[in-house]
């Protein structure tokens, strides 16, 4: 027992000693009960409703964080290493550091909680006590899987963001749940809940399929349908080894574009039940959709996806390329410097230069990159550009931004 005291007076000093990590931790959670109570639904019963995820995840996503720290921290100094050349049984050090963690742990959850209370203004009403019970009984668990997995992956490259890594599924289901209306009367109904694939805004970074499965529980426990687009479907399965269908199996429908990356000229396709794509049919001659002698169009996306699939693989080998050139360039930002798939965003405000000038400019020279905001810039790789062109966009964006 003394053994075990003494190793927890060391992990509470590591981490203690510097406050870092717990002064880190504090202020995200604090940022992130701000970010949620400010961009989230005000609706006061969607609130009680909402509480615990809202808790739950934000406790999760520093918590984790500061046990990681902790880890680090240990792994810096040396004595972490130490401790296990040292002849003391494995579970006694594990006890240790998980009792140490556990401690902080708490620390935390009763500050989350106080802040929860200030910005939330109690919305779990007469019940908060059972609630911050629950939430400290759950700490323990917590503290466990965080202490084992934390110290096994702190040897690790990139081990500091494991811990955010971990938790982001569960922040994103939380957001999914607090955009949902809470069925009040004056207000429209919740009805779809829609995903991109790839995502346009996150840079062309694919959906995990265990992302997509989760987002669909939530929708389904509402009582609401899901929703692909897929504008970039295919690159999402290219890039990643997971087949298109995969991807779609947890959606109710889906749509595919054939342009794009794909190289057709027009065309899509939009797949779901046999009810579904009825009524579909139905809403796109309402709405003016009939077209006659289609068939030269169709004839063109079978041939899309025949034989352009798995060439899109190119798309992004040549998107990584021009991520990598143009990234070399003075004042110039890759805004995705994980380029997953066919598209980089980048930033020029360091050049200073506007996008609308340098797209203006691009256009001179025969070279389409679209601003996408004062001094953004996005770029796409797609059938139409090969290897060499890629280079030559990125030399000639390189002349032009020189200063």
Same mark, same amino acid.
């Given at each position: 027992?003394?053994?075990? &005291? ?50 739950? !995840? ?84 917590? !503290? ?48 779809? &809940? ?34 692909? @687009? ?9 890039? !990643? ?7 779609? @199996? ?88 994980? &380029? ?7 930033? &020029? ?41 890629? @280079? ?12």
């Amino acid at each position: 027992m003394s053994l075990l &005291v003494a190793l927890v007076r060391k992990e509470l000093r590591v981490e203690l000693r510097s406050l870092q990590g717990t002064v880190a931790a504090a202020m995200l959670v604090l940022a992130l009960l701000l970010l949620l109570r400010f961009t989230l639904t005000n609706d006061e019963i969607a609130q009680a409703r909402l509480a615990p995820a809202i808790l739950w !995840s934000v406790l999760l996503f520093a918590g984790l964080g500061l046990l990681t720290h902790t880890a680090l921290r240990e792994g810096d100094r040396g004595t972490g290493e130490m401790l296990r050349l040292a002849p003391l049984p494995r579970a006694t050090l594990f006890l240790g550091a998980w009792a140490g963690n556990l401690l902080l742990l708490s620390g935390l959850t009763l500050l989350a909680f106080g802040f929860y209370i200030l910005l939330f203004e109690n919305s779990f009403g007469p019940a908060w006590p059972s609630a911050l019970a629950i939430l400290l009984l759950s700490a323990v668990g917590v !503290s466990a899987a965080g202490t084992l997995t934390t110290q096994a992956a702190a040897p690790l490259p990139g081990a500091w963001m494991l811990g955010t890594l971990l938790a982001i599924p569960l922040l994103l289901f939380t957001v999914v749940e607090a955009s949902l209306r809470a069925g009040r009367a004056l207000e429209p109904r919740s009805r779809l &809940v829609v995903v991109e694939q790839t995502s346009n805004g996150g840079g062309g970074s694919i959906w995990p399929l265990a992302t997509l499965v989760g987002v669909a529980q939530v929708a389904r426990g509402h009582g609401l349908a899901l929703h692909m @687009d897929g504008a970039r479907l295919l690159n999402a399965a290219v890039a !990643s080894g997971t087949a298109a269908c995969d991807f779609a @199996d947890p959606v109710d429908s889906v749509w595919l574009d054939l342009s794009k990356g794909l190289g057709c000229p027009v065309g899509a396709v939009l797949a779901g039940s046999d009810a579904f794509i009825r009524e579909a049919w139905r809403w796109k001659h309402r709405l003016g959709g009939a077209m006659r002698q289609a068939g030269i169009l169709a004839a063109a996306g079978s041939w899309a996806l025949t034989h352009h699939v798995d060439r899109l693989a190119e798309d992004h080998d040549n998107a990584r390329s021009f991520a990598q050139r143009i990234g070399s360039i003075e004042g110039v930002t890759i805004l995705n410097p994980e &380029v997953e798939t066919n598209l980089v965003f980048f930033d &020029v405000a360091g050049t200073g230069q506007s996008s609308k000038d340098v797209t203006a400019r691009l256009r001179e020279r025969g070279v389409w990159i679209g601003a996408n905001g004062p001094t953004r810039m996005r770029a796409v790789t797609h059938l139409g550009v090969g290897k060499p062109a890629v @280079d030559e966009a990125g030399e000639l964006l390189s002349e032009l931004l020189a200063r």
